[in-house]
């Protein structure tokens, strides 16, 4: 997928636990956990705004785009 979530980075660089997160921005740990692992498939923009808030910062920090090889076609 050439999405990638940076999620865990910028919660190590913010020297917070993934539960205390999702217990700020109102979701359950699991779906967190979905959606640090990458295994999302689509995320609310207000819970992306929720987290730049919580964590300060912006959603370049956290969602990263890498094309894949010539010819591949994304997912729809």
């Known amino acids: 997928m ?3 979530v940076n ?3 910028v919660l190590a660089q913010r020297k917070m636990r993934l539960n205390d997160l999702a217990e700020a921005v109102g979701i359950t740990p699991q779906n ?3 959606l640090k ?3 999302a ?3 609310r923009f207000s819970t ?3 987290i730049c808030q919580t964590l300060q910062c912006q959603p370049g920090e956290i969602l990263e785009f890498r094309p894949g090889p010539p010819g591949s076609e994304p997912e729809v």
């Open 37 to 39: 692992t990458g295994k």
């Open 41 to 43: 498939r689509a995320i």
């Open 32 to 34: 967190m956990s979905i």
């Open 7 to 9: 999620l865990d980075v």
């Open 48 to 50: 992306l705004a929720a």
């Open 2 to 4: 050439p999405i990638i």
